[in-house]
């Protein structure tokens, strides 16, 4: 491997940014891109102090409801570093999306709002993280308001989430008493000072020594006594920085701040990359592929219809995973068993296109998709042929019959859930005995529903109804030449087959479960599928 190669792969960092709604994740980001001079302006969701949108929110239906709700890509370099980062949607109807980029992050940071505390979208996705072993780095937000206690806030990250914390910097004070942050390894105090929402890049700083007389003057004497004894207790009782626990997931570091004034961000920045690794190896059928290999290998983790509506293309995101990416090289796409050239390779900044020749392990890259690629393929070399671990596919909660209300339309309707499905944004099934000519469509969250419509009618010109189903659990049936018809008891739940006619159940309880698998000996159910 040339020392350039070398060089290149580990400068990248790749890491998800994952939160509660409205912790202040997409704001976060911006001010990421602000450092690194992606951005000149942040936007700002739900028209807060402008009318701008964040840059990482591009579907009309996001900025119409201030929400993300699909995944973005942004890509920039800071202090010779070269960071790709995956925002997640925040909002619990769309985790399945969030869980898709986690398999393409080496690392999570993880938005809390220093007034709510742990939220209960905060916890699945932080189990996601945990299942993968990967670094969790904790970011207390919106300082500048008021905020719970900052013990109270570590002790429930400990207890809830079950990991342990070590504070590399410490709030004085919260809300408009908010008077900035002690750095616990400089023992300086930077102090806060607040600066309007707009493109500032950062709130005016001033340092402190702990020992400065000054310090006290400007923080107060009762802030003064607290930050000391605080800093006491945290020095006495809270873990030390330990890499390896970082590394296992198993230790997050905790930072103080405020995104929207952009107050602790840069120093946040700075310590994030000194603590995280550059791109870590991964899993496949032939064990673990290092990133320094010189071949090159990558995955698809999310498949994007209609990001530009002007050129109605598909793009498919994958993670660079070995090696180096050279566009005008073929590949070969294992699942396929196709060599092929990777059409309009592109660096992604949310809607934001560039053409690019070349990538590295680590990276994001987006590609035009013929409508061959599916959710979690390999894409290498020719002449390999191992493949990367498969993404799960997760059971949806809600379904609802989908009718076209245009019959001229069935094949525009058809087009469209296909594509919309083969993102991963819902599922569709077919009648087990009617097949095509009733569609089921499956969800993780009911807001996801909304989303299909908008899309349907505004995308692809399709206007239809949705029928409520009255099922809330659906299952695999895991030998999938089993003839549902011959299953006793199967009157209570519905029979239907995915678009790879593998065999499911859809229940309206877990009763109805249980019954269906005593009556049924030898029969097995299971609630996810590896693509």
């Not at 220093?114 to 937000?141: D, W, Y």
């Not at 004070?173 to 102090?191: A, I, L, M, Q």
């Not at 393929?377 to 390999?384: L, M, N, Q, S």
């Not at 005995?433 to 995308?459: A, C, H, P, T």
Request: with cysteine.
């Amino acid at each position: 491997m040339s020392d350039q190669l070398r060089n290149e792969i580990e400068r990248r960092r790749t890491f998800a940014i994952i939160s509660h709604p409205d912790a202040g994740k997409t704001t976060l980001t911006e001010k990421f891109l602000l450092y690194g001079g992606a951005i000149n302006t942040a936007g700002s969701v739900k028209g807060k102090a402008n009318s701008k949108y964040a840059v990482s929110d591009w579907m009309q239906i996001e900025k119409d409801r201030g929400i993300s709700v699909t995944s973005s890509v942004l890509q920039f370099n800071y202090d010779g570093y070269c960071i790709n980062i995956l925002d997640t949607p925040g909002h619990q109807d769309f985790s399945e999306d969030t869980y898709r980029t986690l398999m393409a992050a080496d690392s999570a940071v993880m938005v809390i709002d220093a007034s709510k505390g742990v939220e209960a979208q905060t916890i699945k996705l932080f189990k996601v993280c945990v299942m993968r072993h990967i670094p969790i780095f904790t970011f207390i937000n919106k300082m500048d308001l008021e905020a719970r206690d900052s013990f109270e806030l570590l002790d429930e990250i400990e207890k809830v989430l079950g990991i342990r914390t070590c504070p590399i910097n410490w709030p004085i004070g919260s809300g408009k008493r908010f008077k900035g942050v002690y750095d616990r390894e400089t023992k300086n105090v930077s102090k806060f000072t607040a600066v309007s929402v707009g493109g500032a890049k950062s709130a005016a700083k001033e340092e402190f020594s702990v020992d400065d007389p000054n310090l006290k003057e400007e923080i107060g004497d009762e802030l003064y006594e607290q930050l000391f004894e605080e800093i006491e207790l945290l020095d006495g009782a809270s873990d030390e920085f330990d890499q390896e626990l970082v590394d296992k997931g198993e230790l997050s570091p905790v930072f103080f701040g405020s995104a929207l004034t952009t107050f602790g961000i840069e120093t946040f920045l700075e310590h994030f990359l000194k603590m995280t690794q550059s791109p870590l190896p991964r899993e496949s059928n032939e064990g673990a592929i290092d990133p320094m290999n010189d071949f090159f290998s990558g995955f698809v983790f999310k498949i994007q219809a209609n990001m530009n509506k002007a050129h109605h293309d598909r793009i498919a995101f994958m993670r660079i995973c070995s090696g180096k990416f050279d566009a005008t090289k073929d590949v070969y796409h294992v699942q396929s068993k196709r060599k092929m050239k990777l059409s309009q390779p592109q660096q992604i900044m949310a809607q934001d296109r560039k053409i690019i020749e070349e990538a590295y392990a680590g990276d994001v890259i987006g590609i035009f998709d013929p409508g061959i690629f599916s959710i979690g393929d390999t894409i290498t070399v020719p002449g390999k042929k191992f493949e990367y671990e498969g993404i799960p596919t997760f059971a949806p909660e809600h379904f609802c019959r989908l009718v076209p209300l245009d019959s001229m339309k069935k094949k525009q309707f058809m087009k469209g859930v296909t594509q919309i499905a083969q993102e991963g944004a819902i599922q569709i099934f077919q009648d087990y005995l009617l097949g095509m000519s009733e569609i089921i469509v499956g969800v993780v969250g009911v807001l996801q529903f909304d989303v299909l419509k908008y899309r349907l009618e505004n995308e692809y010109g399709c206007d239809v109804r949705m029928e409520p189903l009255p099922y809330n659990y659906i299952r695999w049936v895991k030998d999938p030449t089993t003839d549902l018809n011959k299953l006793s008891r199967i009157s209570d739940c519905k029979k239907v087959k995915d678009m790879k006619d593998n065999p499911l159940l859809l229940f309206a309880n877990e009763w109805s479960i249980r019954i269906l698998l005593e009556h049924n000996e030898g029969l097995e159910l299971t609630d996810f599928r590896k693509n």
